[in-house]
Each structure stands twice: as C-alpha cells, then as structure tokens.
C-alpha cells in the first residue's frame, strides 16, 4: 500500500489508469481518498475481513476484481518459461522477443 503512488510516479506510459485493481490489503479509506482526490484514479479493492468502518464499494466495481485471476494466472505461466524466469539474455531486445514468443505459446495454449 505504501508504494503505490511511488510506483505511478514512476510509470513509464503517459495516460495514467482509471481504476487500479489490488488485493484485501490495499483496503484503505485513506488511499482511496489520495488516488482520487491526486490521481483521479478509482481503487477497487475488496474489503478487508476485520473492517471497522462501513463498506465503501457495492459489488458493481468489485466485478472488475473477479477477472483479475486472467493477469495472476498469466505471470504463473510465464514462470514456466526458465529463459524468462532467470533472464539468460543479456540483451533486452532478445528478452522481449523471448516474451513475446512465451505469450504466443502460452495463449495458442490456452484458447
């Protein structure tokens, strides 16, 4: 939770996200607030099970959260890739292509 914004000020795209999707620990009332008021970005985080304070999201924005297995599950398949997963290339250009390569099998795989 506490490097959140330090990660959007490091971004390396212009255009910054809408909505940010994070798991039970990024539930905070307080970094909610900063994201919206500073970034103009909706966090969508499910509520933590010992909240005190009332619920602050209904389920309409929660049904984003459910699709976010499709990104967990893909880091796990490209683990299985040991050329992505020690980084054997010394140039970054070879390791985008070998990327590029596991998402192509990965997805002929999966579809």
Sequence with gaps: MKLVES?????FIKDLPERMIGDKAYDSDGLDKRLEEKWGIEMIAPHKDNRKRPPTQD??????YKRRWRIERLFSWLG??????????????????FLH??????LFRHS
């Design 7 to 11: 990660t959007l000020k490091q971004r």
């Design 59 to 64: 389920g309409r924005p929660l049904r984003r």
């Design 80 to 97: 299985w890739y040991r050329r992505l997963l020690v980084r054997h290339e010394y140039h970054p250009e070879n390791f985008l292509g």
């Design 101 to 106: 390569l596991a998402c192509i099998l990965i």
